[in-house]
T-cell receptor, first 113, second 112 residues
């Protein structure tokens, strides 16, 4: 079946604007994760969903960041009033219940000018 | 914050040589995973080693885990130009909803 998909693949926005990033996980995967990767760095955990609830939001860097998941499937990460330091690649991953491996999407490269 | 550190940060070898990357971490783990990333985009899962395992093989990959030293190594044997990528270790911390904590990665370049 299809893998994890993310849209848009690239997003350029002006400082202060809001952006929405979308993730379509693998069908049937109950767990969904958002990570952020700044230039040349490793990945930083942002938020974890199990079904539609988010038991771990500990990685969200500020209250400008929020995420939701509907129908146990698609997730949207919203960044309000974007700042230049938000520029990064945002990666989504999903995982089936009972296994440990995460399957990553291709990411959204966000550039805040 | 990053869980661990990887070394070397960059590695350049010739095709056919072996490549070894190391990873250290800080907390108790359920398992440790290695991922590959091409061109700074999506990650591909390579191999998972559980905390009660010491060594695991998959094709040309060999992973070791030393929980007493909180370290792991990834060996790629008989490297190919197509192995050129960044390699990340990621720990799945005990009690952590299986969220992964990544190291900073090793950039591997394999020259024909």
């Amino acid at each position: 079946g299809a893998g994890v998909s993310q849209s848009p693949s690239n997003k350029v926005t002006e400082k202060g604007k809001d952006v929405e990033l979308r993730c379509d996980p693998i069908s049937g995967h109950t767990a969904l994760y958002w990570y952020r990767q700044s230039l040349g760095q490793g990945l930083e955990f942002l938020i974890y969903f199990q079904g539609n609830s988010a038991p771990d939001k500990s990685g969200l860097p500020s209250d400008r960041f929020s995420a939701e998941r509907t129908g146990g499937s698609v997730s949207t990460l919203t960044i309000q009033r974007t700042q230049q330091e938000d520029s990064a690649v945002y990666l989504c991953a999903s995982r089936a219940g009972g296994v440990r491996e995460q399957y990553f999407g291709p990411g959204t490269r966000l550039t805040v000018t | 914050s990053q869980q661990g550190e990887e070394d070397p940060q960059a590695l350049s070898i010739q095709e056919g040589e072996n490549a070894t990357m190391n990873c250290s971490y800080k907390t108790s783990i359920n398992n440790l995973q290695w991922y590959r990333q091409n061109s700074g985009r999506g990650l591909v899962h390579l191999i998972l080693i559980r905390s009660n395992e010491r060594e695991k093989h998959s094709g040309r990959l060999r992973v070791t885990l030393d929980t007493s030293k909180k370290s792991s190594s990834l060996l790629i044997t008989a490297s190919r130009a197509a192995d050129t990528a960044s390699y990340f270790c990621a720990t799945d911390a005990a009690g952590g909803y299986n969220k992964l904590i990544f190291g900073a990665g090793t950039r591997l370049a394999v020259h024909p």
